[in-house]
C-alpha cells in the first residue's frame, strides 16, 4: 500500500469525526430519540384547567443535541372540554415562528380545521390559558409519501410540521 493510501486511510475517519464535533458545536438540529421523547412528553398535558391524556405512540420532536426541544404529541380529547377544539400539544424549549404566531419556549396547543380539500387552517395556542395566539395555513404535500398523525422535520431537512398529508413551515429563531 502507498504512503497517500496509508494517509487517506488514517485522514478520512479523522475528517469524519472533525465534522461531526463541529456539528455538535453548532447545535445542529436532529429528530429526537423514543428515549427522549418519553423523558419529555407528559403522560397528562395540562390543558387550560384539565390535564388530557397524551398518545406517545404519535410523538415526534426535534433536538438541537444541547438539551433544547420541540416536541409535540396528539392529545386524546374524547370527553374534555378541549375535544374539537385542540388536537396536539407542543413543547417549544427555544423561541419559534409559525405563522402568525410567535412562540417563546413554553407549552402550546394545536387546533385546526378544514378549510377545503387541499388546507387546513392550524391555530395555535397557550396551553395553560387556551388563549389564540396566531394561525398557519397547513397545505396538502404532495412530497409526503406517508401520512403521520404528528411530524416535526428539523430544519436542516424540510423545517416542516406535518398534520396527516398536510404540511406549515416552522423557524427557529435566534
Not at 487517506?8 to 455538535?24: C, D, K, N, S
Not at 413543547?91 to 378544514?114: D, F, R
Amino acid at each position: 500500500m502507498t504512503d497517500t493510501r496509508k494517509r487517506w486511510r488514517w485522514l478520512g475517519p479523522f475528517w469524519l469525526l472533525v465534522a461531526a464535533v463541529a456539528a455538535y458545536a453548532q447545535g445542529t438540529w436532529r429528530p429526537a430519540t423514543d428515549g427522549e421523547l418519553k423523558a419529555l412528553i407528559p403522560a397528562r398535558a395540562p390543558v387550560v384547567q384539565e390535564r388530557i391524556e397524551t398518545e406517545l405512540r404519535t410523538a415526534s420532536g426535534i433536538t438541537n443535541g444541547k438539551g433544547k426541544y420541540v416536541a409535540g404529541v396528539v392529545l386524546i380529547t374524547a370527553g374534555y372540554s378541549a375535544e374539537g377544539k385542540y388536537s396536539h400539544f407542543l413543547i417549544v424549549q427555544v423561541p419559534l415562528k409559525i405563522g402568525s404566531a410567535q412562540l417563546a419556549p413554553g407549552e402550546y396547543l394545536i387546533g385546526w380545521k378544514h378549510n377545503a380539500e387541499d388546507s387546513l387552517n392550524v391555530s395555535l395556542y397557550e396551553a395553560a390559558s387556551g388563549k389564540l395566539l396566531g394561525s398557519v395555513e397547513a397545505t396538502k404535500n404532495p412530497t409526503i409519501t406517508r401520512v403521520e398523525s404528528f411530524r416535526i422535520w428539523p430544519p436542516g431537512d424540510k423545517s416542516l410540521m406535518q398534520i396527516g398529508r398536510f404540511t406549515f413551515p416552522y423557524q427557529i429563531e435566534n
